[in-house]
């Protein structure tokens, strides 16, 4: 709300039970704790209204949205020399297709796990699992 003409406005709450006259008396209190000064006589307008809702609902079965089992009899796409800096050397790498990974599959490093937008890296002496949600759980063996 704001004075009519003014440029810059304030919050004022809101109550389910409040009526013109409630609202008009908030906003003038709480221009008074700001400013200092009030004008009961001056016009006011409401700029914006914001509302909340709120919803409580049953939380979904998560198990349910992982990825369906896999298409392909292998998720390994072709093996690749990727440079890793800890041992100095490239190394032969498998690469793996992300979407290809079924639940409950694992790995060892080195390894690279492609999908569109991201790629995981696994290093050489760790090793992954796929989570039953399609998550990669990755153990460093450092």
């Known amino acids: 709300?704001?004075?009519?003409?003014?440029?810059?406005?304030?919050?004022?709450?809101?109550a389910e039970t409040d009526d013109?006259?409630?609202?008009?008396?908030?906003?003038?209190?709480?221009?008074?704790?700001r400013y200092g000064h009030a004008n009961s006589a001056a016009d006011v307008e409401v700029v914006v209204l914001h509302s909340l809702a709120t919803l409580h609902m049953k939380r979904p079965d998560v198990a349910r949205l992982a990825r369906p089992g896999a298409k392909r009899k292998t998720a390994e796409r072709e093996i690749r020399p990727i440079f890793f800096l800890e041992e100095e050397c490239f190394l032969p790498t498998q690469v793996y297709d992300r979407y290809e990974?079924?639940?409950?599959?694992?790995?060892q490093g080195p390894a690279l796990i492609?999908?569109?937008?991201?790629?995981?890296?696994?290093?050489?002496?760790?090793t992954f699992r796929i989570g039953k949600l399609g998550e990669i759980d990755i153990v460093c063996n450092h």
């Open 114 to 126: 492609v999908e569109y937008g991201s790629s995981t890296l696994i290093g050489p002496r760790d």
């Open 1 to 14: 709300m704001r004075y009519k003409g003014q440029h810059h406005s304030i919050k004022i709450a809101v």
């Open 20 to 33: 013109t006259v409630k609202l008009r008396a908030r906003f003038d209190q709480e221009y008074l704790r």
């Open 101 to 107: 990974l079924a639940p409950g599959f694992g790995g």
